[in-house]
């Protein structure tokens, strides 16, 4: 069978990190979101390379948002980190959104979790809080798997029951226990942006059984689902959404956010790659 570009693409991103890492062969990767890119910087003997250096790879324009690629040991594993991602409002395609998690797959990676900046839909939440995402929720028709199936990676028609692993889920509740970590599970819910949404559409959405917001996420963990690699997700809830507090929405709010639980979401990312 004739391969595809999206695959052609994939596999030419792949083979010149692969040529960057030498004998290096990272099992597990982490996926930074908004302000958390910090997580990158104890990493041990560190490969680093730069979104702008790999062929047909997109590049990161949001702030907070690194734009490369390191690798090293965290915790005795050898992890990948994408310190940045990008969205499909930046203008990219769906396609290009989750060319990362492609390159992942291509690589060998088996365990992958994801970390991002959400608002805060339910009311018991605090900016601040961790959540464990246990489910999510897609309005939009968009989806990275849209045209020809790509075989070689999973089936056209792929299982989403188990998207967020329950295996992985657990691990994360357990490493939390142990270092005093406050952490919630919750439904994650994806809009494109790059509005903030309205306070009526967070009220839809809480309806709907939505505790979390953002604009992430969940084209990457489709694209894992597809490919076989578990996945888990952990939101820094940085901000209460749309019409829940009396004040307005910005980004710089949830850079701030970000930057004050750093330490905490780094204990608990460690601890989880101990029992990894």
Same mark, same amino acid.
């Given at each position: 069978?004739?391969?595809?570009?999206?695959?052609?693409?994939?596999?030419?991103?792949?083979?010149?990190?692969?040529?960057? *890492?030498?004998? @290096?062969?990272?099992?597990?990767?982490? !996926?930074?979101?908004?302000? #958390?890119?910090?997580? $990158?910087?104890? &990493?041990?003997?560190?490969?680093?390379?730069?979104?702008?250096?790999?062929?047909?790879?997109?590049?990161?324009?949001?702030?907070?948002?690194?734009?490369?690629?390191?690798?090293?040991?965290?915790?005795?594993?050898?992890?990948?980190?994408?310190?940045?991602?990008?969205?499909?409002?930046?203008?990219?395609?769906?396609?290009?959104?989750? *060319?990362?998690? @492609?390159?992942?797959?291509?690589?060998? !990676?088996?365990?992958?979790? #994801?970390?991002?900046? $959400?608002?805060? &839909?339910?009311?018991?939440?605090?900016?601040?809080?961790?959540?464990?995402?246990?489910?999510?929720?897609?309005?939009?028709?968009?989806?990275?798997?849209?045209?020809?199936?790509?075989?070689?990676?999973?089936?056209?028609?792929?299982?989403?029951?188990?998207?967020?692993?329950?295996?992985?889920?657990?691990?994360?509740?357990?490493?939390?226990?142990?270092?005093?970590?406050?952490?919630?599970?919750? !439904?994650?819910?994806?809009?494109?942006?790059?509005?903030?949404?309205?306070?009526?559409?967070?009220?839809?959405?809480?309806?709907?059984?939505?505790?979390?917001?953002?604009?992430?996420?969940?084209?990457?963990?489709?694209?894992?689902?597809?490919?076989?690699?578990?996945?888990?997700?952990?939101?820094?809830?940085?901000?209460?959404?749309?019409?829940?507090?009396?004040?307005?929405?910005?980004?710089?709010?949830?850079?701030?956010?970000?930057?004050?639980?750093?330490?905490?979401?780094?204990?608990?990312?460690?601890?989880?790659?101990?029992?990894?």
């Amino acid at each position: 069978m004739t391969e595809t570009p999206a695959l052609s693409r994939a596999r030419r991103a792949a083979e010149y990190v692969k040529g960057k *890492l030498a004998d @290096r062969q990272p099992e597990k990767a982490l !996926v930074l979101g908004s302000g #958390l890119g910090a997580v $990158a910087e104890s &990493i041990v003997q560190p490969v680093t390379i730069d979104y702008s250096e790999i062929p047909d790879f997109p590049v990161s324009t949001v702030p907070g948002h690194a734009g490369r690629i390191v690798v090293g040991e965290l915790e005795g594993n050898e992890v990948m980190v994408f310190q940045g991602r990008f969205h499909y409002y930046e203008g990219y395609s769906m396609e290009e959104v989750v *060319l990362p998690v @492609r390159v992942m797959g291509i690589l060998g !990676v088996r365990n992958l979790i #994801l970390t991002n900046a $959400a608002g805060g &839909i339910n009311t018991s939440f605090e900016p601040g809080d961790l959540m464990c995402i246990r489910d999510h929720i897609k309005l939009t028709g968009l989806s990275p798997l849209r045209g020809p199936n790509i075989d070689k990676f999973g089936p056209r028609f792929n299982d989403m029951s188990d998207a967020y692993s329950r295996e992985l889920r657990s691990i994360i509740q357990k490493a939390a226990a142990r270092t005093g970590t406050k952490l919630r599970e919750g !439904v994650y819910a994806y809009m494109t942006g790059p509005s903030f949404e309205t306070p009526a559409e967070i009220k839809m959405l809480r309806t709907l059984g939505a505790d979390a917001v953002g604009m992430s996420t969940v084209p990457e963990v489709i694209i894992a689902a597809h490919s076989g690699i578990k996945a888990a997700g952990i939101s820094t809830i940085t901000n209460m959404a749309a019409g829940i507090l009396d004040q307005p929405l910005s980004h710089e709010e949830v850079m701030e956010t970000g930057a004050m639980v750093k330490e905490k979401l780094l204990a608990l990312i460690r601890e989880v790659l101990r029992t990894l």
